[in-house]
T-cell receptor, first 111, second 115 residues
Framework: GEDVEQSLFLSVREGDSSVINCTYT??????LYWYKQEPGAGLQLLTY?????DMKQDQRLTVLLNKKDKHLSLRIADTQTGDSAIYFC???????????FGKGTSLLVTP | DAGVIQSPRHEVTEMGQEVTLRCKPI?????LFWYRQTMMRGLELLIY????????DSGMPEDRFSAKMPNASFSTLKIQPSEPRDSAVYFC?????????????FGPGTRLTVL
């Protein structure tokens, strides 16, 4: 099967920028997604990017897409303690109906 | 809209018992997904439905697991008999195929502990 790869942990200081990286495998993915999971909760859609875009900015969030390298990143500016969570990268599956998720990156923001 | 609703939120049972997890998707959504999340394996897709019909159950671990969707507003995931290795958080998600993207909306999950 196809794998979406992410680093497992990231620790940053409050106020710094966080960059979470992801590599995906399906070059035909139409959309790529970032989901956020807070402790004890389900996954919430954070943002997504259409595959013909290189960058998308939404307030403190910047998504960069490098289709050639199949690399996706999520930058969080001015990271706050409330940003501590698990962040999942996901791509549309080959079937076009399901999503393939990475294992998630645990972001810890320290004061 | 209340979002995807799952019940119970927590379930503790003993090995060998039957467990039934319930999900109510967002009204109007025509896809429903069941996932399992563990530390070791991350998020695994178990099965998904389109218009109440199971489309892909290749992720269902074994015959002890079964899922049904009797109508557009209700689905169940049953484990019989349950085993300790089934302990995980089970998520239900739904999606509307007429939207711009294939965004899935997740419920809060059911944390299952099998002793």
């Amino acid at each position: 099967g196809e794998d979406v790869e992410q680093s497992l942990f990231l620790s940053v200081r409050e106020g710094d920028s966080s960059v979470i990286n992801c590599t995906y495998t399906d070059s035909s993915s139409t959309y790529l997604y970032w989901y956020k999971q807070e402790p004890g909760a389900g996954l919430q859609l954070l943002t997504y990017i259409f595959s013909n875009m290189d960058m998308k900015q939404d307030q403190r969030l910047t998504v960069l897409l490098n289709k050639k390298d199949k690399h996706l990143s999520l930058r969080i500016a001015d990271t706050q303690t409330g940003d501590s969570a698990i962040y999942f990268c996901a791509e549309s599956s080959v079937s076009g109906y399901a999503l393939n998720f990475g294992k998630g990156t645990s972001l810890l923001v320290t004061p | 809209d209340a979002g995807v609703i799952q019940s119970p939120r927590h379930e503790v049972t003993e090995m060998g018992q039957e467990v039934t997890l319930r999900c109510k998707p967002i009204s109007g959504h025509d896809y429903l997904f069941w996932y399992r999340q563990t530390m070791m394996r991350g998020l695994e897709l178990l099965i998904y439905f389109n218009n109440n019909v199971p489309i892909d159950d290749s992720g269902m671990p074994e015959d002890r697991f079964s899922a049904k969707m009797p109508n557009a507003s209700f689905s169940t995931l049953k484990i019989q008999p349950s085993e300790p290795r089934d302990s995980a958080v089970y998520f239900c998600a739904s999606r509307y195929s007429g939207g711009l993207t294939d965004t899935q909306y997740f419920g809060p999950g059911t944390r299952l502990t099998v002793l």
